[in-house]
C-alpha cells in the first residue's frame, strides 16, 4: 500500500523541517515531516477555518479531529489557557510531531496527542475543531464523525472546514440529517466553514 499521509506508520524516511505560519496574529514555527499532511506549509483549508472563527478563550475540553502536526490543536491551547485540547490522530508520526509543537508553542502540558481509542471514553468535548480526512471515503469520514460528534458536551459545538467540490455541501446537510444541525459560517477559496451543534436530547 502507498504511503499516505493517514498511514499508521508511514514509511518514507522521516524527513523534517520547519513551517512558519501566522495563526489568530501570533507566529508559529512547527516541525513538520514527510509522511504527515500538508508538511511544507498551514492547510490552505486548515488557513481558511482559522481565519473565519474566532479563537476560543475559555476553559473548556477541546478536540483537534486530525491534527496532522498540530497546528490547530497547539493554536487552540496558545488562545485558551485554561483549556484542555485532545489532538487526536491515526498517524503515529503526525501525533509525535504534535506533541513537539505542543512543547514548542509552550503548552505541552494541556495537549494530549492520542491515538483514537487511547481518549478515555469518558471525557468529553465543549468544542471540536477538524480539517477531516475526506480521502478516507464516505462511510469511514461518517463513521469517524458520528464517533466524535457523539462526544460533544450538551450544547457543545464543532468547527469543520470541508472543500467544496469535496463534498462541503452535502456533508452539512448530512450532519444536519444526523441530528447536529449545521450551518455554513464562511465560504473562501473553495472551502467551506461549517458549525454543527450537539443540540441535547430533543424535548419531549
Ligand atoms: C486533512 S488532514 C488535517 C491535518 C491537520 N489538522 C492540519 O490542519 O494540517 C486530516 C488528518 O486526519 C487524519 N486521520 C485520518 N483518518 C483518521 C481517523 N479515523 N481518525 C482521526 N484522524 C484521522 C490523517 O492522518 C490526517 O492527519
Same mark, same amino acid.
Given at each position: ?18 513551517? *512558519?505560519?501566522?495563526?489568530?496574529? #501570533? ?68 501525533? *509525535?510531531?504534535? *506533541? %513537539?509543537?505542543? #512543547? ?38 461518517? #463513521?469517524?464523525? %458520528? ?41 473562501? #477559496? ?15
Amino acid at each position: 500500500m502507498g504511503d499516505h499521509f493517514f498511514s499508521a506508520e508511514p514509511q518514507s524516511a522521516d524527513v523534517r523541517r520547519t513551517v *512558519e505560519a501566522r495563526i489568530w496574529d #501570533k507566529p508559529y514555527v512547527f516541525t513538520t515531516a514527510t509522511g504527515v499532511f500538508s508538511r511544507d506549509r498551514l492547510d490552505i483549508g486548515t488557513s481558511v477555518l482559522l481565519r473565519s472563527v474566532d479563537a476560543p478563550t475559555g476553559p473548556g475540553t477541546f478536540l483537534d479531529l486530525g491534527c496532522g502536526y498540530g497546528p490547530i490543536a497547539c493554536a487552540l491551547a496558545v488562545e485558551a489557557p485554561e483549556a484542555t485540547v485532545w489532538a487526536v490522530d491515526v498517524n503515529n508520526r503526525a501525533l *509525535e510531531l504534535a *506533541e %513537539l509543537n505542543a #512543547k514548542a508553542a509552550g503548552v505541552g502540558d494541556r495537549v494530549r496527542a492520542a491515538l483514537p481509542d487511547d481518549v478515555p471514553d469518558d471525557v468529553r468535548f465543549d468544542q471540536l475543531w477538524s480539517n477531516p480526512a475526506i480521502h478516507i471515503g464516505k462511510a469511514e469520514l461518517h #463513521k469517524m464523525l %458520528l464517533h466524535w460528534l457523539g462526544r460533544l458536551a450538551p450544547g457543545g459545538v464543532g468547527w469543520f472546514v470541508v472543500g467544496k467540490n469535496l463534498g462541503g455541501d452535502s456533508l452539512q446537510r448530512w450532519m444536519t440529517d444526523q441530528g447536529y444541525p449545521c450551518t455554513r459560517v464562511a465560504s473562501a #477559496k473553495g472551502f467551506r466553514v461549517l458549525r454543527a451543534t450537539n443540540a441535547g436530547p430533543a424535548p419531549s
